[in-house]
Protein backbone atom coordinates (compact mmCIF):
# COMPACT_ATOMS: atom_id res chain seq x y z
CA UNK A 1 0.00 0.00 0.00
CA UNK A 2 1.11 3.42 -1.17
CA UNK A 3 -0.90 5.45 1.85
CA UNK A 4 1.55 5.07 5.07
CA UNK A 5 -1.36 6.73 6.76
CA UNK A 6 -4.09 4.14 6.53
CA UNK A 7 -1.47 1.08 6.92
CA UNK A 8 -0.09 2.85 9.85
CA UNK A 9 -3.81 3.48 11.44
CA UNK A 10 -4.92 -0.29 10.54
CA UNK A 11 -1.40 -1.65 11.94
CA UNK A 12 -2.61 0.75 14.90
CA UNK A 13 -6.33 -0.78 15.11
CA UNK A 14 -4.94 -4.25 15.67
CA UNK A 15 -3.38 -3.40 19.03
CA UNK A 16 -6.75 -2.38 20.40
CA UNK A 17 -7.82 -4.17 23.22
CA UNK A 18 -10.84 -6.06 23.71
CA UNK A 19 -11.87 -5.55 19.73
CA UNK A 20 -11.68 -8.77 17.54
CA UNK A 21 -10.94 -9.35 14.13
CA UNK A 22 -14.39 -9.60 12.86
CA UNK A 23 -15.75 -6.22 14.69
CA UNK A 24 -12.60 -4.57 13.55
CA UNK A 25 -13.28 -6.24 9.55
CA UNK A 26 -17.01 -4.63 9.95
CA UNK A 27 -15.64 -1.21 11.15
CA UNK A 28 -12.97 -0.72 8.19
CA UNK A 29 -15.95 -1.70 5.65
CA UNK A 30 -18.36 0.51 6.60
CA UNK A 31 -15.60 3.21 6.69
CA UNK A 32 -14.62 2.60 3.08
CA UNK A 33 -17.92 1.67 1.61
CA UNK A 34 -18.93 5.36 2.80
CA UNK A 35 -15.76 7.21 0.79
CA UNK A 36 -17.01 4.88 -2.07
CA UNK A 37 -20.25 6.11 -2.15
CA UNK A 38 -19.05 9.73 -1.78
CA UNK A 39 -16.85 9.23 -4.84
CA UNK A 40 -18.94 6.88 -6.87
CA UNK A 41 -22.81 7.15 -5.67
CA UNK A 42 -23.18 3.64 -4.73
CA UNK A 43 -21.11 1.05 -2.49
CA UNK A 44 -22.52 -1.98 -4.84
CA UNK A 45 -19.97 -3.78 -7.07
CA UNK A 46 -17.07 -3.31 -5.39
CA UNK A 47 -15.69 -6.14 -3.17
CA UNK A 48 -13.34 -4.79 0.02
CA UNK A 49 -10.56 -7.03 1.67
CA UNK A 50 -9.04 -6.31 4.84
CA UNK A 51 -6.40 -7.70 6.57
CA UNK A 52 -5.78 -6.62 9.79
CA UNK A 53 -2.83 -8.55 10.94
CA UNK A 54 -0.41 -7.20 8.40
CA UNK A 55 -2.30 -4.07 8.21
CA UNK A 56 -3.77 -4.59 4.46
CA UNK A 57 -6.70 -3.31 2.14
CA UNK A 58 -7.75 -4.05 -1.03
CA UNK A 59 -10.65 -2.51 -2.78
CA UNK A 60 -12.08 -4.15 -6.23
CA UNK A 61 -14.45 -2.62 -8.98
CA UNK A 62 -16.50 -5.47 -10.53
CA UNK A 63 -17.94 -4.45 -13.62
CA UNK A 64 -19.65 -6.31 -16.96
CA UNK A 65 -17.76 -5.86 -20.06
CA UNK A 66 -20.04 -4.36 -22.82
CA UNK A 67 -19.45 -3.35 -26.59
CA UNK A 68 -18.30 0.55 -27.02
CA UNK A 69 -21.49 2.84 -27.49
CA UNK A 70 -23.73 -0.31 -25.65
CA UNK A 71 -22.72 1.05 -21.87
CA UNK A 72 -25.41 2.32 -20.22
CA UNK A 73 -25.07 2.39 -16.39
CA UNK A 74 -21.15 2.77 -16.00
CA UNK A 75 -21.42 1.48 -12.27
CA UNK A 76 -22.18 -1.98 -13.66
CA UNK A 77 -20.73 -2.08 -16.75
CA UNK A 78 -17.39 -1.10 -18.46
CA UNK A 79 -16.90 -0.27 -22.56
CA UNK A 80 -14.36 -3.12 -24.30
CA UNK A 81 -12.14 -0.27 -24.55
CA UNK A 82 -11.69 0.81 -21.17
CA UNK A 83 -11.49 -2.73 -19.93
CA UNK A 84 -8.43 -3.71 -22.48
CA UNK A 85 -7.19 -0.57 -20.73
CA UNK A 86 -6.73 -2.29 -17.33
CA UNK A 87 -5.90 -5.80 -19.30
CA UNK A 88 -5.67 -6.31 -23.31
CA UNK A 89 -7.17 -10.06 -22.39
CA UNK A 90 -9.94 -8.78 -21.80
CA UNK A 91 -13.42 -9.54 -24.23
CA UNK A 92 -17.04 -8.38 -24.09
CA UNK A 93 -19.03 -10.15 -21.73
CA UNK A 94 -16.16 -10.95 -18.95
CA UNK A 95 -16.20 -9.85 -15.56
CA UNK A 96 -13.98 -6.36 -15.55
CA UNK A 97 -11.94 -6.53 -11.69
CA UNK A 98 -9.74 -3.18 -11.02
CA UNK A 99 -7.69 -2.50 -8.10
CA UNK A 100 -8.91 0.93 -6.85
CA UNK A 101 -5.84 3.07 -5.57
CA UNK A 102 -6.26 4.86 -2.05
CA UNK A 103 -4.73 7.51 -3.68
CA UNK A 104 -7.29 7.60 -6.57
CA UNK A 105 -9.72 9.12 -3.17
CA UNK A 106 -7.29 12.28 -3.00
CA UNK A 107 -5.13 12.69 0.27
CA UNK A 108 -7.67 14.72 2.28
CA UNK A 109 -10.67 12.01 2.04
CA UNK A 110 -7.99 9.19 3.34
CA UNK A 111 -7.28 11.27 6.27
CA UNK A 112 -10.98 11.73 7.39
CA UNK A 113 -11.23 8.08 7.05
CA UNK A 114 -8.17 7.48 9.39
CA UNK A 115 -9.69 9.65 12.24
CA UNK A 116 -13.07 8.19 11.53
CA UNK A 117 -11.53 4.53 11.98
CA UNK A 118 -9.95 6.00 15.67
CA UNK A 119 -12.86 7.52 16.11
CA UNK A 120 -15.29 4.12 15.36
CA UNK A 121 -12.74 1.47 17.14
CA UNK A 122 -12.51 4.44 20.38
CA UNK A 123 -16.20 4.18 20.63
CA UNK A 124 -16.26 0.42 20.61
CA UNK A 125 -13.64 0.27 23.06
CA UNK A 126 -15.23 2.57 25.71
CA UNK A 127 -18.77 0.45 25.26
CA UNK A 128 -17.34 -2.72 24.98
CA UNK A 129 -15.01 -1.66 28.67
CA UNK A 130 -18.75 -0.29 30.19
CA UNK A 131 -20.53 -3.76 28.97
CA UNK A 132 -17.75 -5.39 30.50
CA UNK A 133 -17.52 -4.05 34.15
CA UNK A 134 -21.12 -3.70 34.50
CA UNK A 135 -21.42 -7.58 34.61
CA UNK A 136 -18.48 -7.45 37.39
CA UNK A 137 -20.08 -5.12 39.50
CA UNK A 138 -19.92 -7.01 42.92
CA UNK A 139 -16.61 -8.67 41.87
CA UNK A 140 -13.43 -8.11 44.00
CA UNK A 141 -10.73 -6.97 41.42
CA UNK A 142 -6.63 -6.57 41.42
CA UNK A 143 -5.47 -3.10 39.55
CA UNK A 144 -2.14 -1.01 39.95
CA UNK A 145 -2.11 2.30 41.63
CA UNK A 146 -1.21 4.38 38.60
CA UNK A 147 -2.04 8.47 39.74
CA UNK A 148 -2.56 9.72 43.04
CA UNK A 149 -5.12 12.63 43.67
CA UNK A 150 -6.21 14.39 46.71
CA UNK A 151 -10.26 13.10 46.12
CA UNK A 152 -9.49 10.04 44.14
CA UNK A 153 -6.45 7.46 43.19
CA UNK A 154 -6.24 6.04 39.53
CA UNK A 155 -6.06 2.80 38.71
CA UNK A 156 -4.64 0.45 35.59
CA UNK A 157 -6.30 -3.31 35.48
CA UNK A 158 -4.46 -6.31 33.73
CA UNK A 159 -5.41 -4.37 30.31
CA UNK A 160 -4.71 -1.05 30.58
CA UNK A 161 -8.79 0.12 31.33
CA UNK A 162 -8.58 2.92 33.80
CA UNK A 163 -10.65 2.47 37.17
CA UNK A 164 -11.45 5.19 39.60
CA UNK A 165 -11.41 4.66 43.94
CA UNK A 166 -12.33 7.50 45.36
CA UNK A 167 -11.39 8.82 48.85
CA UNK A 168 -14.97 8.46 50.05
CA UNK A 169 -14.77 4.70 49.27
CA UNK A 170 -11.45 4.39 50.91
CA UNK A 171 -10.76 2.93 54.47
CA UNK A 172 -9.26 5.91 56.22
CA UNK A 173 -5.89 4.17 57.13
CA UNK A 174 -5.41 3.39 53.38
CA UNK A 175 -1.99 4.62 52.15
CA UNK A 176 -0.77 3.38 49.05
CA UNK A 177 1.82 4.60 46.58
CA UNK A 178 2.62 4.69 42.97
CA UNK A 179 2.59 0.95 41.54
CA UNK A 180 1.45 -0.78 44.52
CA UNK A 181 -1.46 -3.35 44.07
CA UNK A 182 -4.73 -3.17 45.80
CA UNK A 183 -7.84 -5.22 45.84
CA UNK A 184 -11.37 -3.12 45.97
CA UNK A 185 -14.94 -4.29 45.02
CA UNK A 186 -16.54 -3.11 41.45
CA UNK A 187 -19.05 -0.88 43.58
CA UNK A 188 -20.80 1.01 40.34
CA UNK A 189 -20.48 1.77 36.48
CA UNK A 190 -21.58 4.96 34.57
CA UNK A 191 -20.60 6.78 31.30
CA UNK A 192 -20.12 10.32 31.96
CA UNK A 193 -20.20 11.94 28.53
CA UNK A 194 -18.43 9.20 26.40
CA UNK A 195 -16.35 7.84 28.68
CA UNK A 196 -17.05 4.72 30.70
CA UNK A 197 -16.79 6.04 34.98
CA UNK A 198 -15.83 2.63 36.66
CA UNK A 199 -16.10 3.25 40.32
CA UNK A 200 -14.42 1.06 42.85
CA UNK A 201 -14.70 0.40 46.62
CA UNK A 202 -13.15 -0.86 49.71
CA UNK A 203 -15.56 0.70 52.15
CA UNK A 204 -19.01 -0.89 50.19
CA UNK A 205 -20.41 -3.86 52.39
CA UNK A 206 -20.03 -5.97 49.49
CA UNK A 207 -16.06 -5.81 49.77
CA UNK A 208 -16.57 -7.49 53.17
CA UNK A 209 -18.80 -10.46 51.70
CA UNK A 210 -16.70 -11.27 48.50
CA UNK A 211 -13.33 -11.32 50.91
CA UNK A 212 -15.48 -13.97 53.33
CA UNK A 213 -16.76 -15.62 50.21
CA UNK A 214 -13.11 -15.94 48.88
CA UNK A 215 -11.51 -17.05 52.46
CA UNK A 216 -14.42 -19.37 53.55
CA UNK A 217 -14.86 -22.46 51.53
CA UNK A 218 -18.77 -22.67 53.16
CA UNK A 219 -19.83 -19.35 51.74
CA UNK A 220 -18.69 -20.11 48.53
CA UNK A 221 -20.52 -23.58 47.94
CA UNK A 222 -23.19 -22.21 49.35
CA UNK A 223 -23.83 -24.22 52.73
CA UNK A 224 -23.26 -20.52 54.67
CA UNK A 225 -25.36 -17.62 53.75
CA UNK A 226 -24.17 -14.24 54.39
CA UNK A 227 -27.77 -12.76 55.92
CA UNK A 228 -26.54 -9.24 56.70
CA UNK A 229 -22.91 -7.01 56.79
CA UNK A 230 -22.83 -3.59 58.55
CA UNK A 231 -19.84 -1.56 58.58
CA UNK A 232 -17.47 1.05 60.09
CA UNK A 233 -14.52 0.66 57.24
CA UNK A 234 -11.86 0.37 58.77
CA UNK A 235 -13.04 0.36 62.63
CA UNK A 236 -15.67 -2.41 63.12
CA UNK A 237 -17.73 -4.46 61.33
CA UNK A 238 -20.54 -7.19 62.45
CA UNK A 239 -21.42 -10.57 60.23
CA UNK A 240 -24.88 -12.49 60.08
CA UNK A 241 -24.74 -15.59 59.40
CA UNK A 242 -26.44 -18.48 58.92
CA UNK A 243 -26.24 -22.57 57.98
CA UNK A 244 -28.68 -24.73 56.23
CA UNK A 245 -26.60 -27.71 57.63
CA UNK A 246 -26.63 -28.64 61.04
CA UNK A 247 -23.24 -29.95 61.27
CA UNK A 248 -21.54 -26.52 60.13
CA UNK A 249 -20.72 -24.19 62.93
CA UNK A 250 -21.70 -20.75 60.75
CA UNK A 251 -19.55 -18.65 63.26
CA UNK A 252 -16.52 -21.00 63.47
CA UNK A 253 -16.53 -21.75 59.94
CA UNK A 254 -16.15 -18.20 59.30
CA UNK A 255 -13.17 -17.70 61.68
CA UNK A 256 -11.59 -20.25 61.27
CA UNK A 257 -8.87 -22.44 63.16
CA UNK A 258 -7.27 -19.96 65.85
CA UNK A 259 -8.63 -17.22 63.51
CA UNK A 260 -7.06 -18.23 60.17
CA UNK A 261 -9.90 -17.80 57.97
CA UNK A 262 -10.85 -14.06 59.17
CA UNK A 263 -7.03 -12.81 60.19
CA UNK A 264 -6.90 -12.33 56.38
CA UNK A 265 -9.35 -10.09 56.24
CA UNK A 266 -8.99 -8.39 59.29
CA UNK A 267 -5.17 -7.49 57.65
CA UNK A 268 -7.18 -6.51 54.25
CA UNK A 269 -9.08 -4.58 56.16
CA UNK A 270 -6.30 -2.17 57.90
CA UNK A 271 -7.49 -4.41 60.93
CA UNK A 272 -10.97 -3.48 61.07
CA UNK A 273 -12.76 -5.61 63.82
CA UNK A 274 -14.91 -8.35 62.68
CA UNK A 275 -17.65 -10.08 64.79
CA UNK A 276 -19.59 -12.86 63.67
CA UNK A 277 -22.66 -13.13 64.90
CA UNK A 278 -25.08 -16.50 64.20
CA UNK A 279 -28.96 -15.19 62.58
CA UNK A 280 -31.33 -16.03 64.26
CA UNK A 281 -34.76 -15.62 63.79
CA UNK A 282 -35.31 -15.10 67.80
CA UNK A 283 -35.53 -11.24 67.66
CA UNK A 284 -33.89 -11.38 71.68
CA UNK A 285 -31.45 -13.77 71.02
CA UNK A 286 -30.20 -12.24 67.91
CA UNK A 287 -29.81 -8.49 70.39
CA UNK A 288 -28.19 -10.11 72.76
CA UNK A 289 -25.47 -11.25 70.04
CA UNK A 290 -25.22 -8.48 67.71
CA UNK A 291 -24.08 -6.77 71.26
CA UNK A 292 -21.37 -9.17 71.58
CA UNK A 293 -19.22 -9.33 73.78
CA UNK A 294 -21.40 -7.46 75.91
CA UNK A 295 -23.13 -9.79 77.93
CA UNK A 296 -26.86 -8.96 78.61
CA UNK A 297 -28.75 -9.14 82.16
CA UNK A 298 -32.44 -9.03 80.28
CA UNK A 299 -34.26 -7.38 77.49
CA UNK A 300 -37.68 -5.20 77.06
CA UNK A 301 -38.83 -4.88 73.42
CA UNK A 302 -41.07 -2.63 72.23
CA UNK A 303 -44.72 -3.30 71.15
CA UNK A 304 -45.40 -0.41 69.21
CA UNK A 305 -42.02 0.72 67.74
CA UNK A 306 -38.91 -0.90 66.75
CA UNK A 307 -36.98 -0.28 69.98
CA UNK A 308 -35.12 -2.47 72.47
CA UNK A 309 -34.66 -1.33 76.41
CA UNK A 310 -31.44 -3.55 76.82
CA UNK A 311 -30.20 -4.12 80.88
CA UNK A 312 -26.66 -4.86 81.79
CA UNK A 313 -24.00 -5.10 84.66
CA UNK A 314 -22.48 -2.10 85.56
CA UNK A 315 -19.15 -3.50 83.98
CA UNK A 316 -20.65 -4.66 80.88
CA UNK A 317 -22.31 -1.25 79.99
CA UNK A 318 -18.98 0.34 78.43
CA UNK A 319 -18.54 -3.05 76.54
CA UNK A 320 -22.28 -2.83 74.72
CA UNK A 321 -21.54 0.79 74.08
CA UNK A 322 -18.09 0.72 72.66
CA UNK A 323 -15.84 2.83 71.50
CA UNK A 324 -17.46 6.29 70.69
CA UNK A 325 -20.99 4.54 70.66
CA UNK A 326 -19.67 2.19 68.01
CA UNK A 327 -20.83 -0.91 69.00
CA UNK A 328 -24.10 -0.33 69.65
CA UNK A 329 -24.63 1.60 66.45
CA UNK A 330 -23.68 -1.31 64.46
CA UNK A 331 -25.51 -3.45 66.45
CA UNK A 332 -28.73 -1.07 65.63
CA UNK A 333 -28.27 -1.54 62.11
CA UNK A 334 -27.60 -5.03 61.92
CA UNK A 335 -30.82 -5.71 63.88
CA UNK A 336 -32.84 -2.92 62.85
CA UNK A 337 -34.04 -1.69 66.45
CA UNK A 338 -32.76 1.17 68.22
CA UNK A 339 -31.08 -0.39 71.16
CA UNK A 340 -31.31 1.49 74.48
CA UNK A 341 -28.73 0.66 77.03
CA UNK A 342 -29.31 0.94 80.99
CA UNK A 343 -27.39 -0.05 84.00
CA UNK A 344 -29.30 -3.22 85.90
CA UNK A 345 -31.42 -1.57 88.47
CA UNK A 346 -30.68 -4.74 90.38
CA UNK A 347 -26.93 -4.03 90.82
CA UNK A 348 -27.55 0.11 91.89
CA UNK A 349 -29.03 1.72 95.06
CA UNK A 350 -29.49 5.21 95.16
CA UNK A 351 -28.01 6.33 92.08
CA UNK A 352 -29.38 9.25 89.92
CA UNK A 353 -29.09 9.11 86.22
CA UNK A 354 -27.24 11.78 84.48
CA UNK A 355 -29.90 13.24 82.77
CA UNK A 356 -31.25 14.99 86.01
CA UNK A 357 -28.35 16.70 86.35
CA UNK A 358 -28.96 18.62 83.41
CA UNK A 359 -29.78 21.84 84.45
CA UNK A 360 -25.93 21.83 86.19
CA UNK A 361 -24.08 19.74 83.57
CA UNK A 362 -24.09 20.48 79.70
CA UNK A 363 -25.80 17.89 77.15
CA UNK A 364 -22.50 17.48 75.52
CA UNK A 365 -20.82 16.58 78.38
CA UNK A 366 -23.58 14.26 79.55
CA UNK A 367 -23.70 12.63 75.78
CA UNK A 368 -19.83 12.41 75.92
CA UNK A 369 -20.31 10.07 79.17
CA UNK A 370 -22.74 7.99 78.15
CA UNK A 371 -20.55 7.14 74.85
CA UNK A 372 -18.10 5.66 77.36
CA UNK A 373 -20.91 3.80 79.26
CA UNK A 374 -21.58 6.07 82.19
CA UNK A 375 -25.32 6.78 82.72
CA UNK A 376 -25.74 7.10 86.27
CA UNK A 377 -24.27 9.42 88.71
CA UNK A 378 -22.12 6.74 90.58
CA UNK A 379 -20.84 5.36 87.34
CA UNK A 380 -18.78 7.89 86.55
CA UNK A 381 -17.45 8.70 90.24
CA UNK A 382 -16.38 4.90 89.89
CA UNK A 383 -13.73 5.99 87.33
CA UNK A 384 -10.32 7.28 88.25
CA UNK A 385 -10.36 11.05 87.30
CA UNK A 386 -7.80 10.84 84.51
CA UNK A 387 -9.82 7.41 83.21
CA UNK A 388 -12.45 10.12 82.48
CA UNK A 389 -10.39 12.47 81.01
CA UNK A 390 -8.70 10.25 78.42
CA UNK A 391 -12.14 8.20 77.63
CA UNK A 392 -14.34 10.74 77.18
CA UNK A 393 -11.82 13.19 75.78
CA UNK A 394 -12.94 15.85 78.26
CA UNK A 395 -10.46 18.60 80.10
CA UNK A 396 -9.56 18.28 83.20
CA UNK A 397 -11.25 21.67 84.70
CA UNK A 398 -14.44 20.38 83.25
CA UNK A 399 -13.69 16.84 84.54
CA UNK A 400 -12.92 18.09 87.93
CA UNK A 401 -16.39 20.20 87.71
CA UNK A 402 -18.04 17.38 86.84
CA UNK A 403 -17.04 15.00 89.87
CA UNK A 404 -17.70 17.74 92.19
CA UNK A 405 -21.43 17.85 90.81
CA UNK A 406 -22.36 14.17 91.34
CA UNK A 407 -20.38 13.88 94.58
CA UNK A 408 -22.25 16.66 96.46
CA UNK A 409 -25.70 14.80 95.69
CA UNK A 410 -24.50 11.93 97.55
CA UNK A 411 -23.10 14.22 100.27
CA UNK A 412 -26.57 16.46 100.75
Same mark, same amino acid.
Given at each position: ????????????????????????????????????????????????????????????????????????????????????????????????????????????????? =???? *?? $?? %??? #??? +? @?????????????????????????????????????PKTEQIKSDFYKKGETLRAVVKDVEMKGANPRVILSRTHESFLAKLLELEVPEIFDGLITIKKIVREPGERAKV????????????????????? =???? *?? $?? %??? #??? +? @?????????????????????????????????????????????????????????????????????????????????????????????????????????????????????????????????????????
Open positions: MNSSELVDSISEFKEFKNIDRPTMMRVLEDVFKTLLRKKYGSDEHFDIIVNTDKGDLEIWRNRTIVEDGDLQDDLQEVSISEAKKIDGGFEVGDDCYEEITLESFGRRAILAA =RQTL *IS $RI %LEL #EKD +D @IFKNYQDRIGEIITAEVYQIWKKEILLLDDEGNELLLAVESYDDRIDPVGACVGMKGS =RIHG *IV $RE %LRN #ENI +D @IINFTNNTSLFIQRALSPAKISSIKISDDEKRVSVFLKPDQVSLAIGKGGLNIKLASKLTGYEIDVYRDIDEIEDDVDLDEFIDEIDAWVIDALKNIGCDTAKSVLELDRNEIVRRADLEEETVDELIRILREEFDN
